[in-house]
Nanobody
């Protein structure tokens, strides 16, 4: 396991933008896939976006065209840029590290979560 430190988030009006970040404590960062999950009140945690070790990305349908996941291997950081935010995006967002090069390889580390609140 590695320590994942999240930053960013907060309160934004609908239509606004936020960027959240997740910095890893490990010395080797570029061999694992990373993902952003979210959990809204009363709902199950869901995968929002993932980026493989080689940089390929995928998104859940509800955020396609609005969210962008990226990674900076030199900074050992993964980002989630969220544009055109909607009230239904309100949730606690978590970053997670995969055991392998793809998100489907299983997760072994989680950030503590950051709250994103979108007001209408």
């Amino acid at each position: 396991q590695v320590q994942l430190t999240q930053s960013g988030g907060g309160l934004v009006q609908a239509g606004g933008s936020l960027r959240i970040s997740c910095a890893a404590s490990e010395t080797i960062f570029n061999i694992n896939a990373m993902g952003w999950f979210r959990q809204a009140p009363g709902k199950e945690r869901e995968l929002v976006a993932a980026i493989s070790a080689r940089g390929s990305t995928n998104y859940t349908d509800s955020v396609k065209g609005r969210f962008t996941i990226s990674r900076d291997n030199a900074k050992k950081t993964v980002y989630l840029q969220m544009n055109n935010l909607k009230p239904e995006d309100t949730a606690v967002y978590y970053c997670a590290r995969s055991r392998g090069t793809y998100i489907g390889d299983g997760l072994d580390s989680w950030g503590k979560g950051t709250l994103v609140t979108v007001s209408s």
